[in-house]
């Protein structure tokens, strides 16, 4: 079982460009998420998804898109990259909701917005 | 609106030793769900352990308990033995029972291990 697959691990980006974190999961869960931990703080929700075709923002979505055509992959998009994306992000999955179901998490992605 | 204060950034702990990460959280909710979420340089978010509200009785998993104090507002984390291995960034983190957009984490303990 791979669990959550992210990728890239690393990526710099110039100022405007736009790029997608790819996510994947292979068990089965229905919930899947975004996080953003900045240096020195815990892990922010930027979008989640509670099945493919639903979507919801978190706390902090401005400047993000995501989708969810099916139920293993939850790609995170950033249209106009901007130095205070500069982040490492997480995506994370968990089976239910309500029963306090633990999150799995993947390896993140290093992003520096330049 | 629901927050999780971690006041320790960082704790060290002689190995074998047994050391307490403390958490305190504000909710007006009753049914909620506390996690402790370990990260190692690896970067990768680890969970150590959860505990229902409902539950008057304290998670254990193997070397880490919780005491979970729901009146107080308290939740903190005992590695007993410590070992080298548990040298990591340690969050607590609150899940709201009936809302996934209510996850939220601390900002996290360091914890040294000293040889």
């Known amino acids: 079982n791979a669990g959550v697959t992210q990728t890239p691990k690393f990526r710099i980006l110039k100022i405007g460009q736009s790029m997608t974190l790819q996510c994947t999961q292979d068990?089965?869960?229905?919930?899947m998420y975004w996080y953003r931990q900045d240096p020195g703080m815990g892990l922010k929700l930027i979008y989640y998804?509670?099945?493919?075709?639903?979507?919801d923002k978190g706390e902090v979505p401005n400047g993000y898109n995501v989708s969810r055509s099916t139920t293993e992959d939850f790609p995170l998009r950033l249209e106009l990259a901007a130095p205070s994306q500069t982040s490492v992000y997480f995506c994370?999955?968990?089976?239910?909701?309500?029963?306090?179901?633990?999150?799995?998490f993947g390896d993140g992605t290093r992003l520096s917005i330049l | 609106a629901q927050t999780v204060t971690q006041s320790q950034p960082e704790m060290s702990v002689q190995e074998a030793e047994t050391v307490t990460l403390s958490c305190t959280y504000d909710?007006?909710?009753?049914?909620?769900?506390l996690f402790w979420y370990k990260q190692p340089p690896s970067r990768q978010m680890i969970l150590v352990i959860r505990?229902?509200?409902?539950?008057?009785q304290n998670a254990t998993e193997n070397r880490f308990s919780v005491n979970f104090q729901k009146a107080a507002k308290s939740f903190s984390l005992k590695i007993s033995d410590s070992q080298l291995g548990d040298a990591a960034m340690y969050f607590c983190?609150?899940?709201?029972?009936?809302?996934?957009?209510?996850?939220?984490f601390g900002k996290g303990t360091r914890l040294h291990i000293l040889p």
């Open positions: 505990q229902e509200a409902y539950k008057q």
């Open positions: 994370a999955s968990s089976y239910h909701l309500g029963i306090g179901q633990p999150q799995h």
């Open positions: 998804s509670v099945g493919a075709g639903i979507t």
């Open positions: 909710t007006s909710e009753s049914d909620y769900y």
């Open positions: 068990m089965n869960h229905n919930y």
């Open positions: 983190a609150y899940r709201s029972e009936n809302r996934d957009d209510k996850i939220i």
